[in-house]
């Protein structure tokens, strides 16, 4: 007999699990369903960030670079270090308990919120006047229905042609994350956020790191000015970045992976590693989810076909998340997550995307929000830049990282902040003010006439504003 349920979540990672106790929260009798096991079988909630993304990638991340500071930069504040050395199973263990204390944590929270969890696989059955029917294949087989599905399921490492993953030689995300050894040599095919933050992570450790890049801009995606601060900084660090190559062979052996590409010269080249990484972007998650069961339309690369509220074309059918359009990334699908849920209720859930904010976390960090300015000189915008530098404040220098810029640009016109880039010490930190201050319409002036604490990072972004009208005080 099938369990009845308000609302079905299918997926418990950002998205899902948060939609799953907004849901609740509304009064709303929910079920969330997730198969991702820990190492003794048991649920581990949280999807790909949890699990095998952006919580455990912080934790190496972190770890590595306590070594680098150990190694490279606590002389300068005195402190004596001698025979550093850095014990790799200890530090991934230490990243799995980070990652267990969040898979508890949310499934306290499902407990707290009164979700209903069931662990295995969810998956279209059929549909009816009382619902639809959702299949869970796990250890206990189970059958649920509710008028309102939300579908969480995620996305997948997007292999290159004909070269799967091993996990052993030639690693995803997931396999990136549990290298149980310095590797000598690693390479990385793709050098966006995955592959600079992981190959930051060895690097620190001592491997020797190439990253191989298709394109040939480094971060596209990222504010110019600040992708070229970026690329100066990581080439000076050790990493081997490559733009405009064109990958070849790749065969895998005992001995390690053996990689052969063309430069951008035209060159042909090859390259002997311990390890290949591959990060060529993600791939929806619809394996297994049977949407054909009920009619539900995919995409051309899997996606799950949405409109603005994230509706499907099936009525109480929804999707967040990775798994439909827009950019993949944890608080982006969080923040849908929540909308679909107010909306099942009957309430105006919204999500506007033109303030998520990107973050890449290696050292220095890179964030940034609104447009580029290579995007507002291609629609056309009239618009003023203001940048600071970190290396004119007292904060910067005194943590001994005077890394990098703050960049705003604004409106030529109304002043309106239009964008903020930061390169340099916790961005991450720092670009939240920015975003607030984009979604309340705030002019550069705004964030000019603010008094900002002394000393802090944070009077970078004072500066950049300041710098907009061309009144630095500080530099």
């Not at 662990?119 to 279209?124: A, E, L, Q, T, V």
């Not at 600071?388 to 890394?403: M, Q």
């Not at 002394?454 to 950049?464: D, F, G, M, V, W």
Request: glycine share 10%; hydrophobic share 40%.
């Amino acid at each position: 007999m099938s369990k009845t349920f308000d609302v079905i979540v299918i997926g418990a990672g950002p998205g899902g699990y948060i939609a799953a106790i907004r849901a609740a929260q509304l009064g709303m009798n929910v079920a969330c369903i997730d198969e991702w096991k820990n190492a003794s079988g048991g649920p581990a909630p949280g999807g790909t960030c949890t699990n095998v993304g952006c919580i455990p990638s912080k934790a190496l991340l972190q770890s590595s670079e306590h070594f680098e500071q150990a190694n490279h930069h606590f002389a300068d504040h005195g402190i004596s270090a001698k025979d550093v050395k850095m014990d790799v199973a200890k530090m991934l263990a230490r990243k799995d308990t980070v990652v267990k204390q969040n898979n508890d944590g949310i499934l306290y929270l499902f407990k707290k919120n009164k979700v209903t969890f069931f662990h295995g696989r969810g998956s279209f059955a059929s549909k009816s006047e009382a619902g639809y029917e959702i299949k869970v294949s796990g250890k206990a087989e189970e059958s649920l229905t509710a008028k309102d599905i939300i579908i969480a399921t995620g996305s997948s490492a997007r292999a290159l042609p004909g070269v799967p993953f091993d996990e052993e030689n030639i690693l995803s995300n997931d396999g990136a994350l549990r290298v149980g050894a310095v590797p000598k040599k690693l390479a990385l095919i793709g050098s966006g956020v995955i592959g600079l933050e992981m190959g930051s992570v060895w690097r620190r450790l001592g491997a020797e790191v190439t990253i191989l890049e298709g394109l040939p801009t480094f971060l596209g995606a990222v504010d110019e000015q600040i992708a070229k601060e970026a690329k100066k900084i990581f080439d000076k660090q050790g990493l081997n970045i490559q733009l405009g190559v064109k990958v070849g062979d790749i065969k895998s052996s005992k001995k390690g992976v053996s990689v052969n590409y063309t430069n951008a010269k035209g060159e042909a080249q090859s390259l002997d590693v311990d390890k290949l990484i591959v990060s060529i972007g993600r791939v929806p998650n619809t394996t297994g989810l049977n949407p054909e069961a009920i009619g539900l339309q995919l995409d051309e690369r899997g996606a799950i076909l949405v409109d603005a509220d994230c509706k499907t074309a099936l009525p109480g059918v929804w999707a967040v998340g990775d798994v439909v359009r827009g950019p993949m990334l944890a608080h982006k699908a969080e923040e849908e997550g929540v909308a679909v849920a107010e909306r099942i209720a009957g309430q105006h859930g919204h999500v506007d995307f033109n303030l998520v904010p990107w973050v890449i976390y290696t050292s220095p960090e890179i964030a940034w929000v609104g447009r580029t300015e290579q995007q507002l000189k291609a629609d056309g915008v009239a618009y003023k830049s203001g940048t600071f530098p970190f290396l004119a404040n007292g904060r910067a220098r005194a943590l001994g990282d005077t890394t990098g810029m703050v960049k705003m640009l604004a409106d030529a016109t109304t002043d309106e902040i239009l964008g903020v880039h930061i390169i340099g010490p916790q961005a991450s930190e720092l670009i939240s003010e920015a975003t607030v201050a984009m979604a309340f319409k705030a002019s550069a002036e705004d964030i000019a006439r603010i008094c900002h604490a002394h000393p802090s990072l944070s009077e970078s972004t004072k500066e950049a504003a300041l710098a907009v009208d061309k009144r630095t005080l500080n530099f």
